[in-house]
């Protein structure tokens, strides 16, 4: 491999700050997607009608035990099928894994999501949903009005440390040819054969900001149980 | 959807796709076993390390928790498999000695090893905290030396206590198996994938080894709900009953 030459960074970022603007768009795409479909899934878990939270309770239970690697390919193949079906399109669309791993993060992390809103929802004292009910609000209003926001407001640190997996676990589509950072790292590594250089700086661009972030959630976490 | 496909042969090799799939399952769980025996030993010291009064022995555990969970597993992976090889000479000597199969499985085990380790170790740590304060006081008044009070003390109801977040990072650890694809090694997703590729019929690939997953992921719980019973302290902590999801 000869002398390492970190140069080769310098000369290749606009291509690599290309992959993590998809990384971060992703993230955030599926981070906002997944908990509001988590807090759906929550809400049918605790629902009194059993068909529902049986079926929601399966769908939590099969994604958690698949890695996501698996799950990231199912919907790669499914995708197009899912979208034919939706649309009422005559052929399946043609769409690109960059596209598809939209969809699979967004149901993936629901599933993370829902036991997080889960808990959280169980937080709240059940006093809470029987005033709802007893100054006249029906099911969805309290949920909007009263519980929800307090379940946020208790399971914030704990929704921002899955955004914070749910940023690193992105990193996973590479393996599917996308160019996600890890994927503009990979390409020009074996293009000009820099893989050293090329994965020691991903590796510690990777951990700066995760560190950084997690330093903030506790930060944020100590602001936040003060008040209480 | 034809499951009759995994009973058809494999066109380079002998054996039928159900049995390709079988030889990455056992990839897979000899993988993640040795992982798991590095992680756990590790896991335990760095767990006792970070509940100790030594500030150093605090300060190092906390920073490889750190390092290890800030790093997505994948680019751990590319760490350990190119990049230490091309910063350590001796480390290069001794991988070009092997070959490919062996080093991508020494290289599997080690990385998830030590990912997994970073894991536990908060597991062990947070089950030590839970104890009473007055447990690790007891045991330094009745003349127990530190190790000692970790040994007959804190330890045994602590890890007690964990079993149920140490039976997800088991499963946790055999689902990140499946990252080890990246490097090439042969367990059961790259198996999935190439049963996927070399006859087209993905769906039936990819579900048989859905089925897998979810079969081992069950069975893990079992067997640590199991283990948890039986060795439950008597009116000390609710064995197995309750919890689970």
Redesign the interface.
Known sequence: ?GELDFSIIGRTLPYLWKGLQYTLQLTVVAAIGGIIWGTLLAMARLSSYKVLSLAA?GYV??M???????VI??FY?LSPVLLQWATGADRPPQIGADRSAYITFILFEGAYFCEIMRAGIQSIPRGQIGAAYAVGLDYWRSMQLIILPQAFRNMLPVLLTQTIILF??V??V??LNVTDF?GAA?KV?QRDSR??EM??F??IT??VM??GL?LGVKALQKRIAIVR | MNPAILLEQVPDGDGTWLMSLASGLQYTLVVAAFAWIIAFVLGSILGVMRTTENKWAVRLGNAYVELFRNIPLIVQFFVWYFVLPGLVPAVKAWVVSLDPTTHQFVTAIVCLGLFTAARISEQVRSGIQALPRGQRMAGYAMGLTQAQTYQYVLLPVAYRIVIPPMTSELMNLIKNTAVAFSIGLVELFFRTREMGELTFRYFEAFAAATLTYVIIAMLANRIMAFIERRIAIPGFISGGVGGGH
């Open positions: 491999m309770a239970n099969l958690r035990s698949v890695p996501l690697l698996l390919f199912w193949f690193q676990d990193s996973l590479s393996l890890v990979g590594a893989l050293v994965y020691l991903v590796a990777y951990f995760c560190f997690s």
